[in-house]
């Protein structure tokens, strides 16, 4: 079970078309919009839910009764197991870090989510910590089972190159999004006292909907370093954007949570330097394998300066490569 999103529609291409599994049965939850690959293996439950009730049910039902592993990738749906509860010990879930610490509030976990998450069988995620968490969270057992996941964390490194880093004349990448876990105002002030090796800051701010704390940072960032500060505030295509990333010297993610893992993989494999929060599961999943990231707060007392990331390159290429994703899904 997959929701329409630009990261998993590719997924459902390549199981189907690259690996040629024919025992996998996808049910797309389209969120409105249209699926034009509906066929006997790809399925879709059309919204709103409620208007197409009778026709969304009985498809449910169908291919939940004949599954006999069910891989869920989004949580949004998982009243609908309820029906089911002789199916829950063959569910695997897979992490997406919006359901896993959106859910982290005792307050917002429903006791019937609580129960159904408790029986699942094994957690799908590229990090171990989040799998760990989700037991503790849930009161579960599930196995920890590593996958890249998505095609969109699969990575290239034939363009990884080393920056030679001078003492100043930087080009930092702050954050990746207008959310305001970026803690994006807390890291301009702290920056402020490194102004002199930056040449320019690029702030990520087109995906999201807070306009009022858009336009704070967007104040913040040109009051304290003027021109240099260059907010992004329209979607580029994928191609642009990925150019733009070569440009960067360092990145700078201060997520309080693991996010923006897909642009932090496309940013090792070109090479680049990136200073996380060294309290994140995604942090310590990448020391833990052997990664070269670092944390936040070496840059905040002591500056910018030349860190040494040649390992990166082998280490995506052996749990971040094409042939990884492969064998995690056929191994599932």
Known sequence: MIAEKKFTLPLVDFILNELKLDNHRFLIFDNGIKISNESEKVSVIQTPFRNNLTRNFLLYRKLINNSDKIILHSLHFLNLLLFFPFKWKIISWVIHGADLYGRLNKSKQSIFEKLVISYFDRHITHIEGDARLANEVFGSNAKFHYSPMYLSNVVETANFRISNLKDSDYTLLLGNSLSKNNN???????????????????????????????????????????????????????TEYEKLLETVDIALFDHWRQEAMGVTLSLLALGKTVYMRSATESFKSLINRGFKVFDNQILFEEGIRQQDVILNKKLLEKYYGIQTLKQSIKSL
């Open 184 to 238: 994006h105002i807390a890291v301009l002030k702290k920056l402020k006292a490194h102004d002199n090796q930056l040449s320019k800051i690029i702030c990520p701010l087109s995906y999201g909907n807070d306009l009022a704390y858009r336009d704070e940072v967007i104040g913040l960032g040109l009051k304290l370093f003027g021109e240099k500060f260059q907010p992004l505030t329209e979607f580029m295509p994928r």
